[in-house]
C-alpha cells in the first residue's frame, strides 16, 4: 500500500490505532474515565481527519473508495463512537467493565462501519463487515452478570455466522459468474450475461441479499432482533440499532450510485421484503410491552421504508435513502441514550410498567423521548416527516405507489404504538418511582440528538442539499 494510501486511510488509522493504544494501556492502568476520555477525543479526531484532510486519491488499493461520501460516514460513525462512549461511561464504571476493552472495541467498529461504508469491492465488504460484527459479539454480552445480555450475545453470533454464510456463498458465485470481485465491474459483467451464467450471477446477489436481510432485519430474517435488543445494554444498543444497520444501507447506496441498476431479476423479491417488512414490524410493534423490544420492531419497520428508496435505484432515491437513514441514526441514538441515562442498581427501565407516570418525575428526559418516538413515527415538523416525506416522494416518482401506501399505513400504525408510549409517560401512577439523574455526557447526547431532530425537521435542506452533492 502506497503513502498516497495511507494518507486517505489516515481517519481510519487514527481509530484503529488509538483503540489499540487505549486497549494496551488499559491492561495496566484501570482507571476507567481516562481510557474513555482518551476513546472520545480519538473518536472525534478521526472525524475532523476525514472531514479536513483531502485524501490524495480517489480509491484506496482498488478496495475501498476515498471520495466526499465514505467521509461523510466516516465522520457520522467516528461521531457516533464518540456519543457512544459520552452515554456508556456511567455503565461502564458502575458495572466494572474493563473501560479499555471496552472504548477500544467501539473505536474498532467505528473503523469497520467506515470502512464498510466505503467499499468498492467484495472482498472488502466481506472484510469490513466482520471487522464490526466482531467488535459488537463481545460488546452486547460484556456485563457478564447480566443473563440477558449473554443470551443476546449468543443469539447475534449465531445469527451473524449464518448471515456470513450466505454472504461468502453470495460472493464466490458472483465471482464464478463475473470473473471479478470489483463492484461496478461485476454488476457490468453480470448485465450483460445471459443463460446459465446469468442464472448463477442471480443467486449470488439473490444470497448477498440474505445476508443483507440478517444483518439490517428485514422479514422474515428479522426473529433476532427482540431478542438482542432487549438483552442488550442501552449504550450498546444505541451503537448495534444505528451504526451497524446503516453501515450495511450506506455501502448499498454508495453500490448502486456507482454501478447503476442491479437487482435486475430480484426486483420483484425486493417488494415483496420491503412490503413485508415494514407491515410485519409495525403490527407485531403494536402487542409489545417492552420499550426496547418495541423499538426493535420499529427498526424492522424502518429498514423496510429505507429498502424502498433502495429500490427505486435512482437518484432521489438514494439521496432520499441517504437522508433518512442519518436522522434515524440520530433519533434511535437519542432514544437509547435515553434509556441508559435512566439506569440505576435496578437495571433500565424497559417494561412498560416501569414507565407508566415517569413523565411527572422526569418531564425533561420523558419529553424528548415522546418528541423522538414521535418523530421516528413521522411527526410534522420533526426530521423524521420530511425523512419519509422525501423517500415516498422518490418511490412515487419511481412508479411504487403500492409500497408508498404501504408505507403510509405502516407510519399511521407507528403513531398507534409511539402514542401509546408517549400516553403511558404521562399517565398519573401512584406507585412510580424515580430513577437516575443521569449525567452531564448523557444529558450532552440527548440535547444534541434532539436539536438535530427538530433543527433538520424545520431546515431538511441543509443535510439534503449535502447529500445530493457527496453522492458518487
Known amino acids: 500500500m502506497s503513502l498516497p494510501d495511507l494518507l486517505a486511510l489516515l481517519p481510519i488509522l487514527i481509530l484503529v490505532f488509538g483503540g489499540t493504544v487505549i486497549l494496551m494501556a488499559g491492561a495496566w492502568y484501570r482507571e476507567p474515565l481516562p481510557l474513555i476520555a482518551g476513546g472520545i477525543v480519538t473518536a ?21 473508495s476515498a471520495g466526499a461520501y465514505a467521509r461523510f460516514f466516516t465522520i457520522l460513525w467516528s461521531l457516533l463512537a464518540a456519543a457512544g462512549l459520552m452515554a456508556a461511561a456511567r455503565y461502564i464504571i458502575e458495572n466494572s467493565i474493563g473501560a479499555g476493552e471496552y472504548v477500544s472495541l467501539v473505536l474498532y467498529a467505528a473503523a469497520g462501519m467506515a470502512l464498510l461504508s466505503s467499499a468498492t469491492h467484495l472482498l472488502a465488504l466481506f472484510l469490513a463487515l466482520e471487522t464490526f460484527t466482531l467488535a459488537f459479539y463481545i460488546l452486547i454480552a460484556c456485563n457478564r452478570r447480566c443473563t440477558l445480555a449473554a443470551e443476546a450475545g449468543i443469539k447475534y453470533l449465531l445469527m451473524s455466522a449464518v448471515s456470513t454464510g450466505f454472504l461468502a456463498f453470495g460472493i464466490a458465485l458472483i465471482y464464478a459468474s463475473s470473473g471479478t470481485l470489483s463492484l461496478p465491474e461485476a454488476v457490468i ?44 445494554p442501552a449504550p450498546v444498543g444505541g451503537l448495534l440499532a444505528t451504526g451497524s444497520k446503516g453501515a450495511v444501507v450506506a455501502v448499498l447506496v454508495g453500490m448502486l450510485a456507482v454501478s447503476g441498476p442491479v437487482w435486475h431479476g430480484l426486483t420483484d423479491l425486493l417488494w415483496l421484503l420491503a412490503a413485508l417488512t415494514m407491515l410485519v414490524g409495525a403490527f407485531s410493534a403494536l402487542g409489545q410491552k417492552n420499550l426496547k423490544r418495541l423499538l426493535a420492531y420499529s427498526s424492522v419497520t424502518h429498514m423496510g421504508t429505507l429498502l424502498v428508496g433502495l429500490l427505486c435505484q435512482t437518484s432521489a432515491g438514494l439521496t432520499a435513502t441517504t437522508f433518512y437513514l442519518v436522522i434515524y441514526v440520530i433519533t434511535s441514538l437519542g432514544a437509547f441514550v435515553i434509556i441508559a441515562s435512566l439506569a440505576d442498581e435496578r437495571g433500565e427501565p424497559m417494561e412498560f410498567d416501569q414507565w407508566r407516570g415517569l413523565g411527572y418525575l422526569h418531564p425533561v428526559r420523558c419529553g424528548v423521548l415522546a418528541l423522538l418516538l414521535l418523530s421516528l413515527a413521522g411527526l410534522p415538523a420533526t426530521a423524521g416527516f420530511m425523512a419519509k416525506f422525501v423517500i415516498f416522494e422518490a418511490a412515487l416518482q419511481s412508479g411504487y405507489l403500492g409500497l408508498v401506501l404501504i408505507g403510509v399505513l405502516s407510519s399511521v400504525i407507528s403513531f398507534a404504538f409511539y402514542l401509546r408510549v408517549t400516553m403511558l409517560l404521562f399517565e398519573p401512577d401512584e406507585s412510580v418511582c424515580r430513577w437516575h439523574t ?25 443535510l439534503f442539499d449535502l447529500i445530493g452533492r457527496i453522492l458518487p
Do not use: N, R
Open 189 to 232: 459483467k453480470l448485465s450483460a450475461a445471459t443463460g446459465e451464467l446469468h442464472a448463477w450471477g442471480l443467486l449470488g446477489w439473490g444470497m448477498v441479499l440474505i445476508a443483507v436481510g440478517f444483518k439490517i432485519s428485514l422479514v422474515p430474517f428479522h426473529l433476532w432482533t427482540p431478542d438482542v435488543y432487549q438483552g442488550t
Open 438 to 462: 443521569g449525567t452531564a455526557s448523557e444529558h450532552a447526547v440527548i440535547a444534541v440528538c434532539t436539536s438535530a431532530v427538530l433543527l433538520l425537521g424545520l431546515f431538511p435542506g441543509i
Open 44 to 64: 472525534l479526531l478521526g472525524a475532523v481527519a476525514a472531514g479536513l484532510v483531502q485524501p490524495p486519491v480517489v480509491e484506496i488499493a482498488g478496495l475501498f
